[in-house]
């Protein structure tokens, strides 16, 4: 095991597939019997009432991201039973902020980007599927918002992954052999 930790950030536009691939990642590794853990961003800051910046304070000098504070809970127990190893998944919008709370989180990390992009039609198929209460037209509208913000931002440093037409199974294996976790 290598002293330091390798995340693999997964991004992209909600509906892009980030969740079933991450899961998919996570059955290919368990095959391989490859340590690892996984962790859906949105579920790190999905509270009601949001927490204040005292608040934050209070438990944390210095923090002011409660996404930043779960993450370091999750990932010292992780990392207490020895991973090094972890995928994460997550829209992403402000990639440089959202690097410096997971660092903050997990100092000894080293981020692997992969964003994933998917047509306008791709999109909207997809969020057909799986959006079926009141706020799916809002949803349509926040992801074509994500795709296209995320279609004109610089991408040096990302693997960008193309997901039209691809399924699960061929993205985490091309992925995971790329960044040479298989």
């Not at 998919?24 to 590794?29: H, S």
């Not at 909207?124 to 037209?137: H, K, T, Y």
Request: hydrophobic share 45%.
């Amino acid at each position: 095991m290598t002293s330091g930790v390798q995340i693999l950030l997964i991004t992209g536009p909600a509906g892009v597939g980030k969740s079933t691939l991450c899961w998919e990642m996570g059955a290919r590794l368990a095959a391989a019997q490859v340590a690892h853990a996984a962790v859906e961003t949105d579920e790190l800051d999905r509270v009601f009432p949001r927490p204040g910046l005292q608040d934050l304070e209070r438990i944390s000098p210095g923090t002011s991201d409660i996404s930043s504070l779960n993450l370091a809970a999750v990932w010292s127990t992780y990392r207490a039973l020895g991973h090094s190893r972890l995928i994460m998944s997550g829209v992403m919008l402000h990639l440089e902020f959202d690097r410096r709370w997971i660092v903050a989180a997990v100092p000894d990390a080293t981020i692997t980007v992969v964003r994933l992009q998917a047509t306008e039609i791709t999109l909207l198929e997809r969020l057909a599927q799986r959006e079926i209460g009141s706020g799916r037209d809002e949803q349509v509208q926040r992801t074509l918002r994500q795709a296209r913000r995320m279609a004109g931002e610089r991408t040096d440093g990302l693997i960008l992954v193309p997901t039209d037409g691809r399924g699960p199974q061929e993205l985490a294996e091309a992925i995971l052999l790329e960044v040479g976790w298989l």
